[in-house]
């Protein structure tokens, strides 16, 4: 059983930066591609950051390409997103998983809202 636990979320003013952390459980995480997603109000939800197993590959929706970067431990089991230079449209619950989606490791994600 996996459980995917993600912190960090917070309200943050234009231009700002945010550090969101996802705590992995289990022994298979080191082994599979993670990613980032994000859902704002009335949209579907987006994969908007992935990372490979090795940590070598990583890819970028071109929304936020130049201002994320993504980054995992795998010896600690976690994924992190480094936002910077956050924008209003930026605001949405942010939450990991493996790529692609596993439909049942889905968590309560971490909500970010950019709001001066």
């Known amino acids: 059983q996996v459980q995917l636990v993600e912190s960090g979320g917070g309200l943050v003013q234009p231009g700002g930066s945010l550090r969101l952390s996802c705590a992995a459980s289990g022994s298979i995480f080191s082994i599979y591609t993670m990613g980032w997603y994000r859902q704002a109000p009335g949209k579907q939800r987006e994969l908007v950051a992935r990372?490979?197993?090795?940590?070598?590959?990583?890819y970028y929706a071109d929304s936020v390409k130049g201002r994320f970067t993504i980054s995992r431990d795998n010896a600690k089991n976690t994924v992190l997103l480094q936002m910077n230079s956050l924008k209003p449209e930026d605001t949405a619950v942010y939450f990991c998983?493996?790529?692609?989606?596993?439909?049942?490791?889905w968590g309560q994600g971490t909500q970010v809202t950019v709001s001066s």
């Open positions: 998983n493996f790529v692609p989606a596993v439909r049942d490791y």
């Open positions: 990372i490979s197993s090795d940590g070598r590959t990583k």
